[in-house]
């Protein structure tokens, strides 16, 4: 059983860091695209970042620059460092792969203005 749990997510000032973390279970990271995706009150889910196997990281436009996608293999892991955050990056922030199959519950992300 494929288990992805988010963490990390929090209230934070316009400007500010967060660091978001997967932990995975019953799935190896490292063989899958890895996504990061987001979901805004009354907005479709958008996915932000991906990492492939081979490391190969690709942004969307609205967060690149900004987010960095990394991966812990030893930890089976994956991160997302999220720097000079915007109002509009307020959303529930889920770890999938890409193409989507595993959705677990998010973490929240709420940037103050």
């Known amino acids: 059983q494929v288990q992805l749990v988010e963490s990390g997510g929090g209230l934070v000032q316009a400007g500010g860091s967060l660091r978001l973390s997967c932990a995975a279970s019953g799935i190896i990271l490292r063989w899958n695209t890895m996504g990061w995706y987001r979901q805004a009150p009354g907005k479709q889910r958008e996915l932000v970042a991906t990492?492939?196997?081979?490391?190969?990281?690709n942004y969307a436009d609205s967060v690149k620059g900004r987010f960095t996608i990394s991966r812990d293999n030893a930890k089976n892991t994956v991160y997302l460092q999220m720097n000079s955050l915007k109002p509009e990056d307020t959303a529930v922030y889920y770890c999938?792969?890409?193409?989507?199959?595993?959705w677990g519950q998010g973490t929240q992300v709420t940037v103050s203005s």
């Open positions: 990492i492939t196997p081979g490391g190969s990281r």
């Open positions: 999938n792969t890409d193409p989507a199959r595993y």
